[in-house]
């Protein structure tokens, strides 16, 4: 498990480390060895390597020189759309701006004055931080192959009643069954079924239909009329839990 | 014909005249009714149907077949039929008594123009054939004007707003029954009337056509009227929570006036206590300054004036009565949809829930607003407790008779309507939950 902190200060980046080695050491210790710490001194710096996937968590300074952390945080969203940021600053003044970027927390400096509330918030992430490591194993062709959740943008059945996984730019017949995939799958929150034998990835859709969702590949997947309430009720509460 | 056969033809005529009678009174109902409640209504009325053909045939068969048999069976056999409208098309029950008066004025009339047939006919002196010839007029003369009577009943519905106001409502729900009621006490004999009498009945053609207009009319003032003072309502308090603003704004330029005159002050004493290494004092000074640099700050709720105007104002409003409300807001600058709708739905939805608020106990008293973008896909989610069970309709709305309370629920629905949004509204374990979903057309 990756995680960043990117603040100018070497200070601010020792004190952010420390908090979070200590609330894991409390709360998880098991997670422990799986951790690494990866620190930036600028935002430039940081988006130099970013991309979807590298880091299961991103602890973001708003003010820092040359590119400050919301315009960071607005391009690290063009990139993923998942991948918590907690803000760390020394005002309030960014608080609104954090909801457009989707800010998992908006946290004031110094971080020892507001411990509590750093550790409820990671509390709060780490179901979604554990949520973005998975993956979803499967043998294809005879090849074991894990694929990420987020990879993943919906799943269906050939004709033959093979499943197939669809991501952005392949597909993959899997030799599991339908019933095992979707087990595990709507398990994570992010994944509905939506008419008989098709699971979406909720954070690929980009818009309801009146019949369908549509994905951001452009695809239309139906959505079943006699689940049709409970299906786009799920999907808006998701939505607004984001 | 044979006895047999009569008795065999007139329950048959006097089913198809009731089956009539329930397909007008249907019809204004149609466009809020769904497929299944359509076909649940079609099968239940064709069930009686069978059954009340066997039950006229009984009637005839024992009383014989006079004139006061078939005008009793005609008058009280539309009782099952509307019970069983009433039944599937449930929650409109003022409608459907004033469209059943309607709907009685206008089958009179049709029956005065049939009976008005029955001197011209050769067969006048037997009692059978003249029941029959009847019936058949009256159906001859139904489906000749189904096409007017399909356009006046499919407009015919008065809206829910209109009809349940109790001030009202009721009374013009049952003027057209009580006129036709206090006639047809003087028909129910054993005669068929001479057209003489027959003048006065057409005078219900009056009747019918300006109870009808009245309240068409009526019922579009009433709207204008309730949407009227509801916008009214609305653009007072917006008024009220600029002023609010405004001040709030005032007080904080005020604070901040006061924090930078004192600043200089301030610096001095920290660069004193400082040098006197008085480092406990100096850091409390530093947090006194800080705590009114924070009084200072305006958190707005989102960047959109107008959408920040209606959250702010109602979750004053809340706040000020004692209710808790938690929101998370998320909505651009620039909506590319109309903010004014965004607006008045958003100030409809937490007038509702501070309404509801109200009625629980002070320390279940809370309400929650999310309001959520991704890419142009918007998401509002309003939650607030409420223990009293709510009824909804068929529209999947909670059902009100209150005063102004409807008209939100109309502009929620018109909101609804014009952005093609989907909506979920739940009661779970006292906790009431609205979703609406739309999308802002692409800019």
């Known amino acids: ?242 | 014909m044979t006895t047999l056969e009569y008795t065999l033809s007139v329950p048959l005529l006097i089913l198809l005249i009731q089956l009539g009678g329930a397909y007008l009174r249907y019809l204004p109902f149609e466009r809020i009714c769904t497929k299944e409640l359509r076909s649940q209504l079609a099968k239940l009325c064709l069930l009686w149907s069978v059954l009340a053909f066997f039950l006229y045939y009984y009637i005839f068969a024992v009383f014989g077949l006079r004139i006061i048999v078939y005008k009793l069976l005609l008058f009280l056999g539309w009782i099952p039929y509307f019970l069983l409208t009433a039944y599937v098309i449930r929650c409109h029950m003022a409608q459907h008594i004033f469209i059943f008066g309607m709907q009685t004025i206008y089958v009179f009339l049709l029956h005065t123009l049939s009976i008005s047939v029955i001197p011209y006919m050769p067969v006048y002196a037997n009692i059978s054939r003249l029941i029959l010839i009847q019936g058949i007029c009256y159906l001859a003369f139904f489906f000749l004007l189904l096409p007017l009577g399909k356009k006046i009943f499919r407009q015919l519905l008065p809206s829910r707003q209109f009809i349940n106001d109790k001030s009202y409502g009721y009374y013009i729900a049952l003027l057209p029954l009580f006129i036709i009621i206090s006639h047809i006490s003087f028909v129910i004999d054993n005669k068929f009337h001479s057209w003489q009498e027959l003048v006065s009945r057409c005078m219900f053609a009056g009747c019918f056509f300006l109870i009808y207009r009245y309240t068409k009319l009526e019922a579009k003032d009433t709207e204008k009227q309730n949407m009227l003072t509801h916008s009214n309502k609305l653009l007072s308090s917006q008024l009220q929570s600029l002023q609010d603003y405004t001040l709030l704004m005032q007080d904080s330029q005020k604070q901040l006036s006061i924090l930078r005159h004192d600043m200089r002050h301030q610096a001095r004493l920290l660069y004193t206590l400082i040098q006197e290494e008085k480092f406990p004092e100096a850091l409390g000074l530093l947090q006194t300054v800080d705590n009114h640099l924070e009084k200072t700050a305006l958190h707005p709720y989102c960047k959109n004036p107008i959408i920040n105007a209606a959250f702010s104002i109602y979750i004053k409003k809340a706040q000020r009565l004692g209710i808790e409300v938690s929101a998370k807001i998320n909505l651009p600058e620039k909506t590319p949809a109309n903010e004014n709708d965004l607006a008045v739905l958003l100030s409809n939805l937490m007038e509702n829930a501070i309404i509801a608020s109200l009625k629980q106990p002070a320390d279940r008293r809370k309400i929650t607003i999310t309001a959520q973008t991704k890419e142009n896909q918007v998401i509002l989610c309003l939650e607030n407790l409420y223990d009293i069970d709510l009824s909804f309709g068929e529209d999947g709305l909670p059902k009100t008779s209150a005063a102004g309370h409807g008209t939100g629920m109309d502009s929620f629905t018109a909101f609804v309507k014009k952005y093609h949004a989907v909506t979920s509204f739940t009661q779970e374990n006292g906790l009431v939950k609205v979703l609406i979903y739309w999308k802002f057309p692409a800019a």
Do not use: W
């Open chain 1, 1 to 242: 498990m990756n995680i960043a902190i990117i603040d100018d200060e070497v200070q601010a980046q020792d004190e952010v480390k420390a908090c979070l080695t200590e609330y894991l050491q409390i709360h998880h210790p098991e997670l422990i060895p799986n951790v690494r710490f990866f620190t930036f001194d600028s935002a430039e710096t940081f988006l130099e390597g970013f991309q979807e996937g590298t880091f299961a968590l991103l602890l973001l300074d708003i003010y820092m020189k040359g590119m400050n952390g919301m315009e960071a945080a607005r391009e690290i969203r063009k990139r993923s759309d998942t991948c918590p940021i907690i803000f760390l600053t020394t005002s309030t003044e960014h608080l609104l701006d954090g909801y457009t970027v989707f800010a998992a927390g908006y946290l004031l400096k110094p971080l020892q004055d507001s411990r509590e509330l750093f550790f409820e918030v990671i509390e709060h992430c780490l179901p979604l931080i554990l949520a973005s490591q998975q993956q979803l194993r499967i043998l294809s062709q005879g090849i074991a192959l894990k694929v990420p959740f987020r990879q993943i943008l919906y799943l269906d059945c050939s004709h033959s009643h093979r499943v197939i996984l669809h991501l952005s730019e392949q597909t993959f017949a899997a030799q599991e069954s339908y019933s095992e995939c979707a087990e595990i799958l709507l398990d994570d929150q992010r994944f509905l079924e939506c008419y008989h034998r098709i699971i979406v990835n909720m954070d690929a859709i980009v818009s309801m239909e009146e019949e369908s969702f549509r994905l951001k590949n452009g695809v239309l997947l139906p959505i079943s009329r006699r689940k049709r309430l409970p299906v786009t009720k799920q999907y808006m509460l998701y939505l607004a839990a984001k």
